[in-house]
């Protein structure tokens, strides 16, 4: 069992709809990363958490340390929303960003 | 500010070749780390850098990889006699403290090295 687990693997939207990914993690942690890939292949980071909610724009995550999980939400998806969204851990034991990466949740909306 | 700069963006190697990849972390922050992405598979983290000194290489294969962020210039990841297993996209990040005291992480564009 991996330690970092996404859901859903791949997501189709259409533009307008709201979207939620979600990552649970089996391992004691000091922060969780969401990072968006672009089709190209660049990663950007969206949020760095260990508790509560954040939002940025039209992008929402929010964290549970009690049941190890964390969602991604996007409201009023659009087209260039789609790329691959990915959840990284930080902490169980490792230096700082010795991050335990999920598989990614790519997501593809449609206008 | 430029961001996280690596070079090359792209390199080919033949089995046997050397190859460096470079990176140029954002201005002020003093931390460095490089990931790997083999193709169809997720991100791993290899190593930590501070200025002159690796804090962490629990994640660099044990032989022909090697990790350095000299007290001047770029960090640089060189992989020796390389095999077609290496072909990957390389991604650096960096990071400095924010406002609120986290590290935040600003990655590169990534190197994508391929082995003929």
């Known amino acids: 069992k991996n330690e970092v687990e996404q859901s859903p693997q791949n997501l189709t939207a259409q533009e307008g709809e709201f979207i939620t990914i979600n990552c649970s993690y089996s391992?004691?942690?000091?922060?969780l990363h969401w990072l968006q890939q672009h089709p190209g292949g660049g990663i950007v980071s969206l949020f760095m958490l260990s508790s509560g909610k954040k939002k940025h724009g039209r992008l929402i995550a929010t964290i549970n340390i009690q049941e190890k999980h964390s969602s991604l939400h996007i409201t009023a998806s659009h087209p260039r929303d789609s790329a691959v969204y990915i959840c990284?851990?930080?902490?169980?034991?490792?230096?700082?960003?010795?991050?335990?990466f999920g598989k990614g949740t790519k997501l593809s909306v449609k206008p | 500010n430029a961001g996280v700069m690596q070079n090359p963006r792209h390199l080919v190697r033949r089995r046997g070749q050397e190859a460096r990849l470079r990176c140029s972390p954002m201005?002020?922050?003093?931390?460095v780390y490089w990931y790997r992405q083999l193709p169809e598979e997720g991100l791993k983290f290899m190593v930590y850098?501070?200025?002159?000194?690796?804090?962490?290489e629990s994640g660099m294969p044990k032989e022909r990889f090697s990790a350095e962020f000299p007290k001047e210039g770029p960090s640089i990841l060189r992989i020796q006699q390389v095999v077609r297993g290496d072909s990957a996209a390389y991604f650096c990040?960096?990071?400095?403290?924010?406002?609120?005291?986290?590290?935040?992480?600003?990655f590169g564009a990534g190197s994508r090295l391929t082995v003929l």
């Open positions: 391992v004691g942690i000091s922060a």
């Open positions: 990284a851990v930080e902490g169980g034991g490792g230096s700082q960003g010795n991050l335990i």
């Open positions: 990040a960096s990071s400095g403290e924010d406002i609120s005291g986290a590290n935040v992480l600003t």
């Open positions: 850098l501070q200025k002159e000194n690796i804090i962490d």
């Open positions: 201005k002020g922050h003093s931390h």
